[in-house]
């Protein structure tokens, strides 16, 4: 049983059904996923992370989506999810250049394909970009860029209805426990699920359904906007490109999309019609225009906003079994790197949940049980 149909839930259902043989049901509260990160995601993937587990996972991940079409074939029709690998280029000042470095050697050593690059050499790789302010930049050579994330979710999805999952519309409220196992998985209404085994992959709002399994999860529902934009700038070979300020942009279609960090604290499950058209204005727009001059003329084409499934306590994912419980797991908390994680994710919970041990990846290092240790698996490089 899997509470929770979003790309993390959709592709564990995917493995353990197509490799598993598992009798496998999905229970979604919102089955059109208005609200789902899944949904709003920028679908990008990048190596460059800070920590080895996330680097792993992005690796497995860029291979699963080099031969999506084969994996997740289902009648002789081949998914496609237009991926584009066009790197990340992480730039930074002279402030932020020894973290740029140390991350760089962590990548290179996990066998990363991550160039440093000089303001010289950037220059000369993309002129069209203004390298006032920079002491380096790190770009991505091979398996970084982006991707249709909806797609990959819907293709999950048929996938694993295709071996036999069950996606059914329920909202879950309760479980029902005897000892250490949940023997069933109780919806609003009343209407009971007995099950083997539960996996939580609710994203954002994993914490509530954690609490009832005695797990205190970090993890919350927070806003981040994202500008789609329209420009005759033409910049050859844009990579997703990364302000020292957080301010990113990367193209999308004929046009580019963008977004930064919020201003502040942001409160829970903010409304996401509210777009802060004031970031855009005020960080956003000037930062663009300063960084790549061409941009002078630019236009909001239009913005959405979704919820990161921010862990406030490492900006990691949470997975594996709920400490104290022989036949929970958990899946969710990714920060807002879950789309590109979820292949290595999906298979990888399948494995634990369907053999009883990790196979493809060990993701013993996102074990909650360093919540309650209080020893964070911090990720510096979140966007
Ligand atoms: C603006 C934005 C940009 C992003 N950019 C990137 C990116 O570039 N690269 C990247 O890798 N990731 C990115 N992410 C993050 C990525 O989209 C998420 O990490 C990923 O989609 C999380 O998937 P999920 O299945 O855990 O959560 P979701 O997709 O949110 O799915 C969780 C599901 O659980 C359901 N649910 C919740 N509670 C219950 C309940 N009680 N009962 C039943 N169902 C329930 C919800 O309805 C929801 O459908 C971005 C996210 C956002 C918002």
New binding site residues.
Partial sequence: MI???????AASACFLARDHGASVTV????PS?RQ???A??????RQQFSSAINIALSQAGVEFLRRVGVELEVDGQRPAIGLVEAGYLYLASSAGAPQLRANHALQRAHGADIELLTPGALQARWPWLATHGLALGAHGVRGEGWFD?PALHAAFKRKAQACGARFVH????AFDVRGNRVHAVREAGGRAHTTDAVLV?????SAP?AAMLGLALPVHAEK?D?FVLDSPARLTGCPLLIDPSGVWLRPEGRGFIAGAPPRGSVADDAPLDAIDHDLFDAVIWPTLAARIPAFEALRVRSAW?????MNHFDHNGVVGVVPGWANAFIA?G?S???????PAVGRAMAERIGNGRYGSLDLAPLAAERLQRGEPLIEHNII
Wanted: charged fraction near 10%; aromatic fraction near 10%.
């Fill in positions: 509470v929770g149909g979003g790309v993390i839930g229970l979604e509260r919102d996923y789902a990160s899944s709003l995601s920028a679908s990008s993937i994330g329920a909202d879950v409220v992959a609710a994203g954002a709002w359904l981040r994202v906003a979704g919820y990161y499934e969710c990714f807002g790197h879950g789309m590109q994680h979820a």
